[in-house]
């Protein structure tokens, strides 16, 4: 996406001849840092649930939905544990053995008919239509004692039926489905080819026998909280019906919980249900004082208040009455404080050319640059401690709101003053810090070791024996350094100046993405210097704009990817 905006800006400049040279400069460096990023986000994508459980939309993962529907296949009859007589219905294709011990053993098998009678040799007919099993096991041996006497009757049920469940709305594949008596509505789903993107998770209807009598089916709450009922079994001729999620229902909390976000309201939703669906307490959470806020009634004012549950902490994931539960409104948004100076764990990443990169424990305010470089063993033989850099991550993330209004004006319809600021602006290293690591290294006591915060990243390069030259020569590559070469020199090398090069305005730039103009001899060339020559009778600024993002990329981007959080 970064690569995005800066195409769409060069264009926006009607930056033309340079487009090409710099698109050159930007894949050169930046594509295997991207690729890198890709990789990263295609390791956490699996990661994301497919359905949606809030108002937060998430993309839909169509490995999720296959490996779903290769789950669903496997499973499919498969029980959660043994048939409960009271509970099972029987129907039409359920398959029984029956046994008769006595002087004469006798073993039949019988399938109940499709208008549910059970025909069963030497014994009779059973109507065993809406029977239980255990009420067909009384009925069968009733019947079995009038013809057999001091006999003993055992009834097994020896192969579930299987029947059609139809299943409409927000689903893949709708349609009719096969199912078995111990599917749950979860499982026939799958089937269907999973939920959509936008599918309700939390207002299935299931549909059986006739439209009066329909159940509720809370998916959410079946596998957040195990209640079994919000996700029943179904029977042969239900009709499942998956509506779409409305995200402006919705109830939310955020702060010291184990999953934070917005969930899909339901009438009967509890404070208790909500703090369930957040995954429960952290060790951190502050539970003396939980923030509830509240829409009045057709208005856009918000009530706030607080409440006490500390006592829920221990006994929570029993399934005790809660004191002061209540219950919730669609917008209600709860907020989890944290423990007053909780040890939270504040870290810096170290990576690049030191003996053991990684993260380190940081006391914020108390530990500097020296102390995370001695505890990652120091640098290696092969570092450039002159070219290594210190990113911090909390001024990266700083908004800028006059910028990102910028960022869409096109540069043609700015005013001077905005010109001015989007120049100063898109220039400026963001979250770097302007520290020499060469002189904390001989003096710990340098101004510029300073204190490391929380999420910094300090990334030490490797040695460049080597001058880069781009830009309008004739062969621009890699050049060799050598300490008795000028520009020009390195320029002679790489084929002289190619076609309406403007050698005036040629620029030296620095690892850490200092520019100084080549002519002006106020620099040392440096292994690992790079020496842009741009065209003539183009926009400078563009130019050195589109320079300026390019060295950005190279020592911002890798050194941010190195963050996890």
């Known amino acids: 996406m970064l690569i995005v905006r ?25 594509t295997p840092l991207f690729l890198f990023s ?43 544990k ?38 069963i040799p030497e014994i009779g007919t059973v109507n065993l239509k809406g029977k239980t099993l255990a009420e067909a096991d009384t009925l069968i041996k009733k ?32 349609g009719i489905v096969p199912a078995t008596a111990v599917d749950r509505v979860s499982e026939v789903i799958e089937k269907a080819g999973g939920l959509k993107y936008n599918a309700s998770i939390r207002k299935i209807s299931l549909y059986r026998n006739e439209p009066s009598n329909c159940l509720k089916v809370d998916l959410l709450r079946f596998f957040m909280t195990d209640e079994k009922e919000t996700n029943p079994t179904v029977n042969g001729g239900d009709h ?15 702060g010291e919980i184990g999953s934070e976000g917005d969930f899909e309201y339901v009438e009967g939703d509890s404070l208790s249900t909500l703090i369930k669906f957040g995954q429960g307490f952290l060790e951190s959470s502050f539970l003396d004082s939980v923030e509830i806020t509240r829409f009045r009634p057709n208005t856009s004012y918000i009530d706030r208040w607080t409440v006490n549950i500390s006592s829920w902490r221990h006994i929570f994931d029993t399934t005790k009455h809660l004191d002061g539960d209540f219950p919730l409104l669609t917008g209600d948004r709860v907020f989890i404080r944290q423990i007053v100076n909780w040890n939270n764990d504040k870290m810096i990443a170290v990576t690049g050319e030191v003996n053991y990169p990684g993260y380190y424990a940081i006391n914020q305010g108390e530990t500097r640059v020296s102390d995370i470089l001695e505890r990652a063993g120091g640098t290696t033989d092969n570092s450039s401690l002159e070219s290594a850099l210190m990113i911090r991550k909390a001024e990266i993330q700083k908004s800028d709101p006059q910028m990102e209004r910028l960022y869409r004006t096109p540069y043609s319809e700015m005013s001077e003053n905005e010109r001015r600021y989007f120049q100063a602006k898109i220039v400026e290293k963001k979250g770097m810090m302007a520290i020499d690591f060469e002189k904390i290294k001989n003096n710990p006591l340098s101004e510029d070791n300073i204190l490391v915060m929380d999420k910094d990243s300090i990334y030490v390069p490797q040695k460049r024996n080597f001058v880069n030259i781009q830009g309008r020569v004739n062969n621009p590559g890699m050049i060799i350094y050598n300490k008795n070469y000028n520009w020009l020199d390195y320029i002679n090398l ?69 963050l996890t959080k």
Not at 55 to 73: F, G, I
Not at 146 to 173: D, H, P, Q, T, W
């Open 82 to 119: 043994e048939i409960d007589p009271q509970k099972y219905l029987l129907g039409p294709g359920d398959e029984f053995t029956i046994m008769v011990l006595g002087a004469k053993t006798i073993e039949v098998e019988a399938t109940i008919s499709p208008e549910g009678k059970l025909i």
């Open 6 to 30: 800066i195409m769409k800006y060069m264009r926006k400049l009607k930056f033309a001849s340079n487009l090409s040279l710099l698109t050159v400069i930007i894949l050169f460096f930046v």
């Open 240 to 254: 499942i019906v998956v509506p779409t999620s409305n995200i402006k229902e919705s109830i939310g909390i955020y």
């Open 494 to 562: 790489a084929g002289g100046f190619g076609f309406r090069a403007d050698d005036g305005e040629t620029l030296i730039v620095k690892p850490k993405g200092e520019q100084f103009l080549a002519e002006n001899m106020n620099y040392t060339i440096e292994p690992g210097d790079n020496i842009l020559v741009p065209p003539e009778a183009e926009s400078q600024f563009t130019f050195y704009t589109g320079l300026t993002i390019v060295t950005q990329l190279v020592t911002i981007l890798g050194v941010i990817l190195a």
């Open 143 to 174: 019947h079995a004692a009038r013809i057999f006497k001091n006999n003993e009757v055992y009834l097994a049920l020896k192969k579930l039926r299987r029947f059609k469940v139809i299943v409409s709305g927000a689903v893949r594949k709708p």
């Open 38 to 80: 890709q990789e990263e986000e295609k390791e956490q994508n699996w990661l994301d649930n497919y359905f949606i459980t809030g108002s937060r939309k998430k993309q839909y993962d169509t490995n999720a939905v296959q490996r779903a529907q290769e789950l669903a296949k496997e499973s499919a009859g498969l029980q959660e």
